[in-house]
Structures are given as structure tokens and as C-alpha cells.
């Protein structure tokens, strides 16, 4: 059970990776535009906050990577710890973006199916 949470919290850290690398990186672009359902015009006004956004995600990503890390290695209370913490966070961002605009559920769901099927499973293999 815990190689298969190690597995999902990874695959949750790498779309993390992925949404910086959208946000941060190519915002402005027309395919990323297309993706967040905004306008050239709204994306040169919003890079700045997009940027902030992307950077957000990319350190949650790196702490989850840390906590598989230390997981993988055996050091399951401080692995688990980063893991709760970080891939905990995704969940409740994902939680707050439904909340806030109900259009962005297809996101929410992306932003938030692995890191709780990974935490879920992470709970069943430390209670074991």
C-alpha cells in the first residue's frame, strides 16, 4: 500500500510541476490561454499573479517530492509530515477553487484526485 501511495503522491507532485510550468511559464501563451479559458488582454493582465500562482504550486510539488523521499527511505513520521502537509494543501486549494467559481471543477478534480487517493492510501499503509 505504501509503494502505491508513493506512486499517486508522485504522479500529484509531477501535475503540480505541471501547472507551474503553465502558470509561470507559459501564461501568455495560446494554448495555456485556451486551457484557463482567458484572453490574450486578461493574460498580460494576470502574468504577474499567474507567476506568483505557478511558483506557489511548484513548491508545494517540491515538498511532496521531499516527503516521498523520506517515505521511501523509512523516515515515515517526517515523510509523512511533508506529505500530509503539502499534498493536504493541493487538496484544500482545490477545494477552494470549486468553491469559488464552480466552472473550474474539471480543474479542481485534476488538481485534487491525486494527492487525496494518494493520502488515502497513505493512511491505510501507516495504520497497517
Do not use: C
Not at 6 to 15: C, D, K, T, Y
Not at 78 to 86: N, V
Amino acid at each position: 500500500m505504501l509503494i502505491a501511495s508513493l506512486v499517486i503522491l508522485s504522479i500529484a507532485a509531477l501535475i503540480h510541476v505541471y501547472i507551474f510550468v503553465l502558470e509561470s511559464v507559459r501564461w501568455t501563451e495560446p494554448s495555456t490561454r485556451k486551457t484557463f479559458g482567458t484572453t490574450a488582454e486578461t493574460a498580460e493582465i494576470t502574468k504577474g499573479l499567474a507567476f506568483n500562482q505557478g511558483f506557489y504550486n511548484l513548491f508545494l510539488a517540491i515538498i511532496l517530492a521531499i516527503g516521498v523521499v523520506f517515505l521511501a527511505a523509512g523516515s515515515l513520521e517526517i515523510g509523512a509530515a511533508l506529505a500530509f502537509a503539502s499534498a493536504g494543501s493541493m487538496v484544500a486549494a482545490a477545494l477552494v477553487l470549486i468553491l469559488s467559481d464552480r466552472t473550474k471543477a474539471r480543474a479542481a478534480m485534476v488538481q485534487a484526485t491525486a494527492p487525496l487517493l494518494g493520502l488515502v492510501l497513505l493512511l491505510i499503509a501507516l495504520a497497517l
